[in-house]
């Protein structure tokens, strides 16, 4: 590979440094771009844009690959849990037995959250979505933990990182219990983090959750699969509030605001509600996959096609499975599944979905799970945002230990108008 591109403009050339990652991936490196021909480059939605170098995951969109930390996916969800998985992304290699059982303490010590946090719980009203309460939450919660606005500090940083990902937990199952009127249950320091999560929002204060292994199991799965995506909107996000030295708590807030639009972490709620609505109409799904095909309205295949994923999303194949195995212990059977697959039938054999490189991606499939669990629809994005809380943790982590990293600040190319003049407010026409 060439060491260098050429870059010609207005005759004049500029060698641009070639960057190659460790898995052969190619970058024109432009910084230096507008200091020495003073043009920038213009990419509408970064589709080519390397925004950092990153160690952390690997994608191969064409072939369907994604790994952490160079461990393949499907090797995690066989024989990881979500926490260790987690010790993966932020600390850069799988734990030891005694590193596992320090960071699983640390969640456990940090699982609470200060009894003044409920004040602010009760301000929602019962409607509120709580993907807006984790976000609020979050933020609240940083006026709450000693030290974390003292800025970076790497001797902290596991006391915050486990702060974090542990109290977004209790969190998400306060929210829920706040949205129907019930009351908090606190957490079980004797439950590991899947199985306390669901013990806080589906236990009564006078009965305890039954906890089914292939449930606890089934959730811990969704967690790790979600755990990271390189440099999707919301850990763009993240990455890009971190530079500038914000605190931890503040770029998660913000990373769960960017992860709730429908196109990315809202997809998984999306998914449902196109599939309910799809069931009450009595389509099979062919009325929606020709609706979902033509320009002249907005409708998509909620839960298709991705970014960088032009191949089925490995996430994707793992969860169908696990999605039918869930079903078949619970013995449920959803209409909507069937939908669901047929759907996929239909979208895999059209010339429309094939052309554009459209398949099944994470969401497709993971809402039917929680579904199943009892998870309500509008606590998917949470789940999503709970399961990428480390792959946040482990990006900020490297945005503050990169000595180089300058505040992100991308540039523009202006289209407004040229210089104009102010015109008193009698004068205008
Ligand atoms: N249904 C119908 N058409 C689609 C779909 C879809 N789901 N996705 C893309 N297209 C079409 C799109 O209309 C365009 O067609 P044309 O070239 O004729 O104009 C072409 O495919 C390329 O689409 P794009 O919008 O330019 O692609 P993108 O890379 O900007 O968007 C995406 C990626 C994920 C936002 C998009 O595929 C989509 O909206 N999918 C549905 C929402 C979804 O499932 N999101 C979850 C993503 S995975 C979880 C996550 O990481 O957040």
Not at 135 to 149: K, T, V
Not at 291 to 309: E, I, P
């Amino acid at each position: 590979m060439a060491k260098t591109a050429i870059l010609e403009l207005d005759g004049k050339k500029h060698a641009l440094p070639v960057v190659v990652g460790s898995e052969g991936e190619v970058g024109v490196d432009i910084t230096s771009l507008r200091r020495d021909a003073g043009a920038i480059t213009l990419d509408d939605g970064y589709a080519n844009t390397g925004s950092c170098s990153s160690a952390i995951t690997f994608i191969d969109g064409e072939k369907g690959i994604l790994r952490y930390r160079g461990i393949p996916i499907e090797e995690l969800a066989e024989n990881s849990t979500f926490v260790e998985t987690a010790c993966l992304l932020i600390y850069g290699k799988l734990p030891t037995r005694k590193q596992l059982a320090n960071f699983s303490d640390l969640l456990t010590k940090n699982e609470m959250l200060h009894e003044d946090m409920k004040y602010h719980f009760e301000g929602f009203p019962p409607s509120a979505h709580p993907m807006a309460i984790l976000s609020s939450m979050i933020n609240a919660s940083s006026c709450f933990q000693p030290g974390l606005l003292e800025g970076y500090n790497p001797e902290k940083f596991d006391l915050q990182a486990a702060r974090l990902m542990s109290k977004v937990r209790t969190i998400a199952a306060f929210a829920y219990r706040k949205s129907l009127g019930l009351p908090a249950i606190y957490p079980k320091p004797t439950y590991k983090y899947s199985a306390n999560f669901l013990h806080m929002m589906f236990s009564e204060p006078y009965q305890d959750y039954d906890l089914k292994p292939e449930v606890v199991k089934a959730l811990d799965l969704i967690f790790l699969l979600h755990a990271d995506h390189e440099q999707n909107c919301s850990t763009s996000t993240v990455r890009m509030i971190a530079s500038s030295r914000s605190n931890l708590f503040a770029c998660a807030a913000g990373g769960v605001c960017a992860l709730w639009g429908p196109l990315h972490g809202g997809a998984n709620q999306a998914v449902i509600e196109m599939l309910e609505s799809i069931h009450r109409e009595g389509d099979d799904g062919t009325r929606f996959i020709a609706q979902a095909k033509d320009k002249s309205n907005n409708k998509r295949l909620m839960g298709f096609g991705h970014r960088v994923y032009k191949n089925y999303d490995p996430r994707a194949r793992i969860i169908k499975a696990q999605c039918d195995k869930i079903l078949k212990v619970m013995k449920i059977s959803d209409p909507l599944l069937d939908i669901a697959q047929k759907l996929e039938e239909i979208a895999l054999k059209d010339d429309y979905f094939i052309s554009r490189k459209l398949y099944p991606n994470v969401d497709f499939y993971s809402g039917i799970i929680m579904r199943a669990i009892g998870i309500p629809v509008d606590m998917f994005t949470v789940i999503f945002a709970i399961g990428r809380m480390p792959g946040w943790i482990a990006n900020y982590k490297e945005v503050m230990d990169e000595a180089t990293t300058r505040i992100y600040r991308p540039r523009q190319i202006y289209t407004g108008p040229t210089l104009t003049h102010y015109v008193p407010i009698g004068e205008r026409k």
